[in-house]
C-alpha cells in the first residue's frame, strides 16, 4: 500500500509539472502572438532580416542540391566562407532543420516569428526545468520560465535581431538542468551532451563562452553540494566530450583568424555596451531606460535591464536567516551569477569577445531561478508589516533610480511604482489565504501584456531595415539580373523612406546584408561578422555589404602581375552603382570592355548599372581568371574542388577567381604543388617548368577539418563510456531495490 502511495504522489507531481510546462508554452506562444499584432515585423528586423534569414534560405537551397555540409560559395568573396562563419548552423541538427524548411516558407516574417517562438519556448522549459532542480516548485519555476525569454535585453536585442544569441541560450539552459540531473544520478550523460552540442554548434562565441563557465560552475556546485568529487568529475568529462564534438564549429574561424576582422586585438574598455551594477536598481520597472551605452549614444532608450516586474521587491518576502544556513545548495547559481556580473560590467572588448551586455539576458534568467528557488523554499510573509514596507522601500529606490537614468519619463516611472506596490500588495494578501498557486497565475498572466507594453513604447533597435517580407514580393519586385554582380553603394545613404509603399524604396535596386541571398542572385555583396582584411580593403566594403566610392577604384585598378583589373580576377559580369555614392557619376571613366546600360524601371533611377560588353566571365566553365607563361583549362569544377589541365613548358602561373582563404591544397599530376595567395587575394598556383598537359588539382578543407572531426569521434568515444558506466552502476542498485518472491515451505499452516 506505502509503494501505491508513494507511486500515486509521483504520478500527481509529473502530472502538475506537464500542466504547468504546459502553461509556460501557452504564455510564450500568446505573448509572441501580442508582439506580432504590436508591430508584425519586430521579429523580423536588423541582423534576423539582414543576416540570418538569408543564411537560412541559401544553406536550405544548397541541402535540397545535396550540399548537405556547405563550405564556400565562391562568388560571395568574404561572405562566402560558411565553416569560418561559424553561426551558419552547418553541424547543428536543429538548425539544419530550419534551414532545410525556410526555402519552402514565403512569408519570411512568418517564418523567423515561429523559429524564434520555438526556441523561446526551449529557453522556457530550459529555465522551468531548471529551477525544479534546484528545489522551486512547479508554480513559481513556471513564473522563471515564462519571464525568461521577455527580460529586457532579450525583448529588446535577442528576439528581434539576434538570433543566434537565443537559440544558444534556449540550448544551454536545457543543458544546465540535464548537467545537474547527471551529476544527481536522476539521468544519463547523453540529454546533457546534446544539448551542450545544440548550444555550442550554433556557432555563437558568447553562448560557448557561457557554456564553458556555466558547467564549470555546475562541477565546482556539485562537488560542494555532494562533498565528493565524482558528481563534479563526471559532468566535466561529459561536457568535454560535448566540446570535442563543437569544436569543428570554431576550428575554421580560430585557424584563420590572421586573415579577418576579428584578429585579437586584446583587451580594451570604451564603455560600449557594458552593464554597471548600479543598473540592477531598475530591474523591476517595466518603463525604465538603461544607462547603457549603445547605438544611440550614452544611453540606450529601452528596458534592456528589466527582469521582472515582481523580482525585487519579493525579496523582501525571503527568509534570509534560513536561506544562510542552505547556502551550500545555491553555490552553482550565486557562482554563475557572479562570473556574469565581471563579465557584464567590463572591459568591452577581450580579443574577439566584444559588448558584455550581451549576457545580460543570462544574468537575468539566472536570477530568476534564484529569486523562484528562494520564494519556494524560503517564502514567508512574517511579519507582514515589516515585509511590506521593506518591498515599498525597494520600489521606492527603484523608481528613483529609473528617474535618474530616463528622467524625462519620471512620471511614467512612477505610475509604475504605484502599479507594482497595488498588486503586489494584493499578491501577498492572496498568498496568505490561497497559497503560491493563484499568485503564479497572475505573475504568469502579467508576462504578455507587460511585454505588448513595452514594445509598443519603446523601439530600439530602431534602425529597421524595412525589407519585404515575402521571398516572391522581393524576387518579382527586383530586376532579374544574370551572372555576378558587385555593388558599390553605403546603406547609410539611402535616401529616407517610410516604408515598403515609398516610392524612393531602395530594395527593387540595391542589396545589403544577405538580400541577394533572399533574392537568390549571385551578388558579391554579403553579410560577414569576420570579413577578409585585403578583400575588405580593395572594395573599402564593410560587414553589412556597403562600400565607399574608392571601391571603383580598387575594383578596375589593374593587378600587375596578370596586368587584369581585380574585375577581371573576380570575374565580376555587372557593376551596380549607387547614385547618392556617386554624385559625379556622368564623369567617371569607363573601363576598356565594360558600358553603361540602361536599368530597369522598376529600379527608379536609384542606380547606375555598368556590364561587359562582352560575353559574361560568370558564364565560363571552371574559376580561372588568369595564366602567366601557361594555359589551363578546366575539366571539372565545384565549390570546393576544381580540376585544370595545364601546359607552362618554362614554368607559369594560374590564377583563380577564388579568394585565398587558409585551407587550399593543389597537386600537379598527383603531386603537391604550393598555392599562394596573389596580393593576398587570390588563389594562385605556381606552375614548374616542364609543365605539359598536367592536371591541376585544386581542393579546399577548411583549417582544423581533419582535427574536428577526429575530435568529434573522441567525444562520441567518451559518451559511450560514459553512457556504459552509468547504465553499469544503475544495474546493481535497481537490483537491490527489487523484492525477491518467496515460497513458503511446503508444511507451512
Partial sequence: MAALQVTSQTARSRQARYLWGGAIAVVVAVTFAGLRAVNPQFFYTEDTSSG?????????????????????????WMAGNYPLEGQGGLFNPPQMLVNWIAPSVDDLSLLSALVKLVFSIVLAWG?????????????????????????????????????????????????????????????????????????????????????????????????????????????AIAAGAAAACSAITFLPGALSSDVTWRMDSGVSNDNFLTAPWSETFTASIPSAVSAIESWSGETTPAPITYIAWFAVPALAFVSWRAVSRSIRSFTTPLLLLGALLLFTAGPSAIGPL??????????????????????????????????????????????????SSGPELFGRHVLWGLAIVAVGAALVFAARRAGAVPVAVVLLITTAPIAWYQAANYSYPDDAWLLPT????????????????????????????????????????????????????????????????????????????????????????????????????????????????????????????????????????????????????????????????????????????????????????VVFS?????????????????????????????????????????????????????????????????????????????RSRETPETTAPSDAK
Avoid at 499 to 509: A, M, N
Avoid at 643 to 650: I, K, M
Avoid at 660 to 671: I, Q, V
Fill in 52 to 76: 540570418a534569414v538569408g543564411n537560412w534560405l541559401q544553406l536550405g537551397r544548397m541541402m535540397r542540391e545535396g550540399d548537405w555540409f556547405p563550405t564556400l560559395v565562391p562568388h560571395q
Fill in 127 to 235: 529555465t522551468y526545468r531548471v529551477a525544479l532542480e534546484y528545489g522551486a516548485r512547479p508554480p513559481w519555476a513556471a513564473v522563471a520560465g515564462a519571464a525568461a525569454p521577455f527580460v529586457g535585453f532579450s525583448l529588446f536585442f535577442d528576439q528581434p535581431s539576434w538570433v543566434t544569441a537565443l537559440t544558444g541560450a534556449a540550448w544551454l539552459m536545457q543543458a544546465w538542468a540535464s548537467a545537474v540531473r547527471y551529476a544527481r544520478g536522476r539521468s544519463g550523460p547523453v540529454p546533457m551532451f546534446v544539448f551542450l552540442v545544440f548550444a555550442m554548434t550554433v556557432g555563437y562565441v558568447h553562448t560557448a563562452l557561457l557554456a564553458g563557465v556555466t558547467i564549470l560552475c555546475v562541477v565546482v556546485g556539485e562537488i560542494v553540494v555532494s562533498r565528493s568529487w565524482w558528481p563534479g568529475l563526471r559532468v
Fill in 354 to 403: 566584444r559588448w558584455p551586455a550581451r549576457v545580460l539576458p543570462t544574468v537575468a534568467v539566472v536570477s530568476l531561478v534564484l529569486l523562484v528557488v528562494l520564494l519556494s523554499r524560503f517564502g514567508t510573509t512574517k511579519p507582514l508589516r515589516g515585509r511590506l514596507v521593506a518591498a515599498g522601500l525597494l520600489v521606492l529606490v527603484q523608481v528613483l533610480r529609473a528617474g
Fill in 470 to 653: 515575402h521571398q516572391s514580393e522581393a524576387r518579382d519586385g527586383f530586376p532579374d539580373w544574370e551572372g555576378t554582380t558587385v555593388q558599390l553603394g553605403d546603406r547609410q545613404q539611402l535616401a529616407p523612406f517610410d516604408g515598403r509603399d515609398d516610392p524612393d524604396w531602395p530594395w527593387h535596386s540595391q542589396v545589403y546584408g544577405n538580400y541577394a541571398k533572399i533574392l537568390d542572385r549571385d551578388y558579391v555583396n554579403a553579410y560577414t561578422p569576420v570579413g577578409h582584411e585585403r578583400f575588405g580593403v580593395l572594395l573599402c566594403m564593410q560587414y553589412d555589404g556597403s562600400t565607399c566610392p574608392g571601391g571603383f577604384d580598387g575594383l578596375f585598378r589593374v593587378e600587375p602581375y596578370t596586368g587584369l583589373t581585380n574585375a577581371d580576377l573576380m570575374r565580376v559580369d555587372r557593376v551596380v552603382l549607387q547614385d547618392e555614392l556617386f554624385p559625379d557619376i556622368d564623369v567617371l571613366p569607363i573601363p576598356p570592355g565594360w558600358e553603361f546600360v540602361e536599368p530597369p524601371a522598376v529600379t527608379g533611377g536609384l542606380v547606375h548599372v555598368l556590364e561587359r560588353t562582352d560575353e559574361r566571365l560568370s558564364d565560363l566553365p571552371g574559376t580561372v581568371s588568369a595564366t602567366v607563361d601557361a594555359t589551363a583549362t578546366s575539366t571539372e569544377s565545384s565549390a570546393n574542388s576544381e580540376h585544370v589541365r595545364v601546359s607552362a613548358p618554362d614554368g607559369g602561373s
Fill in 658 to 734: 577564388r579568394l585565398a582563404w587558409p585551407g587550399y591544397t593543389a597537386t600537379l599530376d598527383g603531386e603537391p604543388v604550393e598555392v599562394v595567395g596573389l596580393d593576398d587575394l587570390y588563389v594562385m598556383v605556381d606552375l614548374p617548368p616542364g609543365t605539359v598537359d598536367a592536371d591541376l588539382a585544386l581542393s579546399f578543407r577548411p583549417p582544423g577539418w581533419r582535427l574536428g572531426t577526429a575530435s568529434a569521434a573522441g567525444g562520441v568515444l567518451v559518451l559511450a563510456v560514459l553512457t556504459a558506466v552509468h547504465h553499469g552502476a544503475r544495474l546493481p542498485r535497481r
